[in-house]
């Protein structure tokens, strides 16, 4: 049985697992915002069309110039990409052939990337449920290490890694030369956001990854950003296609980082929505990941959680399945934050599962 490798796209799930798609469902695979794009790109949309008929600009300019301004970075220490696939290929292109550990678990892109670039891969299994970050347990592997993948806020889990302990091992790295690539694609839905942008001239060996797809609800565009030492970012650079930013992508973009009130809306809306989950949970005896952001991982810790997605399947609920995530192996199933009426739905649906469950 081959499972989707990631989320959306819910008829190639149904496919793999042989059950039948219902006439209508609710897809909780996907973690973009739940409040949708911005009221600015949705008013300003139509106006793009006129930029299809011209290359766009390779340099990302405008893009380049505002986020830097931003970030408070140099222009040289960033680079946009089609999205953050693009972005993770062109670190693993960079590492080719090269020794690589990644914190485990995580997004399956960075095994898949490092691995099509003939990489060593060395997986590091965080323990659940807490998936504390074992700073000691990695300091012995780090010496053989060229590069290592983080992600936090963690996909699957939504957990955000204490900072003393992500700074101890950036530490450990740079005195190793082992780069870092840290993954921040879910920062930005953190109450109190924190990105470890501003050690960037303080670790010459850390290159930070972001996704403008989750915040924005515009994965179809396909955008997102390095940033890294310029050093960095000139190597990566070699290695993009002229053009995979598209023109759409780029004026999309610039009115996105302009969109600070629609993010701050989405937090607060967010962690509104997270708390009545939980109660819910609470009651219903499931076992439950405390994130941090828009996902979390949950799990019945009385049952296979295949039997869980099949039944949740049949039901027009779409789960993230976790097979392919080293340390998790399918025993949890990962559900997206969405909105009230889905939330209505999908408690009814484990409230019928725990009545279910006493019969199996």
Same mark, same amino acid.
Request: one cysteine or more; aromatic letters at 12%.
């Given at each position: 049985?081959?499972?989707?490798?990631?989320?959306?796209?819910?008829?190639?799930?149904?496919?793999?697992? +042989?059950? /039948?798609? #219902?006439?209508? &469902?609710?897809? &909780?695979?996907?973690?973009?915002?739940?409040?949708?794009?911005?009221?600015?790109?949705?008013?300003?949309?139509?106006?793009? &069309?006129?930029?299809? *008929?011209?290359?766009?600009?390779?340099?990302?300019?405008?893009? /380049?110039?505002?986020?830097?301004?931003?970030?408070?970075?140099? $222009?040289?220490?960033?680079?946009?990409?089609?999205?953050?696939?693009?972005?993770?290929?062109?670190?693993? +292109?960079?590492?080719?052939?090269?020794?690589?550990?990644?914190?485990?678990?995580?997004?399956?892109?960075?095994?898949?990337?490092?691995?099509?670039?003939?990489? /060593?891969?060395?997986?590091?299994?965080?323990?659940?449920?807490?998936?504390?970050?074992?700073? $000691?347990?990695?300091?012995? *592997?780090?010496?053989?290490?060229?590069?290592?993948?983080?992600?936090?806020?963690?996909?699957?889990?939504?957990?955000?890694?204490?900072?003393?302990?992500?700074?101890?091992?950036?530490?450990?790295?740079?005195?190793?030369?082992?780069?870092?690539?840290?993954?921040?694609?879910?920062?930005?839905?953190?109450?109190?956001?924190?990105?470890?942008?501003?050690?960037?001239?303080?670790?010459?060996?850390?290159?930070?990854? +972001?996704?403008?797809?989750?915040?924005?609800?515009?994965?179809?565009?396909? *955008?997102?950003?390095? *940033?890294?030492? #310029?050093?960095?970012?000139?190597?990566?650079?070699?290695?993009?296609?002229?053009?995979?930013?598209?023109?759409?992508?780029?004026?999309?973009?610039?009115?996105?980082?302009?969109?600070?009130?629609?993010?701050?809306?989405?937090?607060?809306?967010?962690?509104?929505?997270?708390?009545?989950?939980?109660?819910?949970?609470?009651?219903?005896?499931?076992?439950?990941?405390?994130?941090?952001?828009?996902?979390?991982?949950? +799990?019945?810790?009385?049952?296979?959680?295949?039997?869980?997605?099949?039944?949740?399947?049949?039901?027009?609920?779409?789960?993230?399945?976790?097979?392919?995530?080293?340390?998790?192996?399918?025993?949890?199933?990962?559900?997206?934050?969405?909105?009230?009426?889905?939330?209505?739905?999908?408690?009814?649906?484990?409230?019928?599962?725990?009545?279910?469950?006493?019969?199996?």
């Amino acid at each position: 049985m081959q499972l989707p490798l990631h989320g959306s796209n819910p008829q190639y799930l149904y496919q793999s697992l +042989r059950v /039948t798609m #219902p006439d209508s &469902f609710y897809d &909780f695979s996907a973690n973009i915002n739940p409040l949708g794009p911005p009221a600015g790109l949705k008013e300003q949309w139509p106006s793009f &069309f006129e930029s299809i *008929l011209e290359y766009p600009d390779h340099e990302n300019r405008e893009l /380049t110039e505002l986020a830097a301004s931003m970030e408070q970075v140099s $222009e040289k220490s960033i680079l946009f990409g089609n999205g953050g696939a693009e972005l993770i290929s062109l670190t693993a +292109r960079m590492l080719a052939g090269k020794n690589v550990l990644i914190i485990q678990p995580a997004f399956s892109e960075y095994a898949a990337a490092c691995l099509a670039n003939q990489c /060593t891969i060395t997986n590091y299994i965080l323990k659940e449920p807490e998936w504390k970050l074992d700073v $000691e347990g990695l300091l012995p *592997l780090i010496k053989e290490q060229d590069a290592l993948y983080l992600c936090t806020p963690n996909n699957p889990t939504g957990m955000s890694y204490a900072k003393e302990d992500v700074l101890q091992l950036l530490t450990a790295c740079q005195k190793e030369n082992c780069l870092v690539i840290l993954d921040e694609a879910f920062y930005d839905f953190v109450i109190d956001p924190f990105t470890y942008r501003t050690y960037l001239s303080y670790f010459v060996n850390l290159i930070i990854l +972001r996704s403008m797809t989750k915040m924005f609800a515009m994965p179809g565009v396909r *955008l997102g950003y390095v *940033l890294a030492h #310029p050093g960095i970012i000139d190597v990566l650079k070699s290695f993009k296609p002229h053009w995979s930013v598209s023109s759409l992508a780029q004026k999309a973009g610039s009115i996105c980082l302009r969109e600070v009130v629609h993010q701050q809306e989405t937090v607060k809306y967010i962690e509104k929505q997270k708390r009545q989950l939980q109660f819910f949970y609470k009651t219903t005896g499931l076992v439950v990941s405390q994130s941090s952001v828009n996902f979390y991982l949950l +799990r019945d810790p009385e049952l296979d959680a295949r039997h869980l997605l099949t039944y949740l399947l049949e039901r027009g609920i779409v789960p993230r399945h976790t097979f392919n995530f080293p340390g998790l192996d399918g025993k949890w199933l990962r559900f997206a934050v969405k909105g009230e009426r889905e939330h209505a739905v999908l408690m009814e649906e484990f409230t019928q599962w725990k009545k279910h469950r006493s019969t199996l």
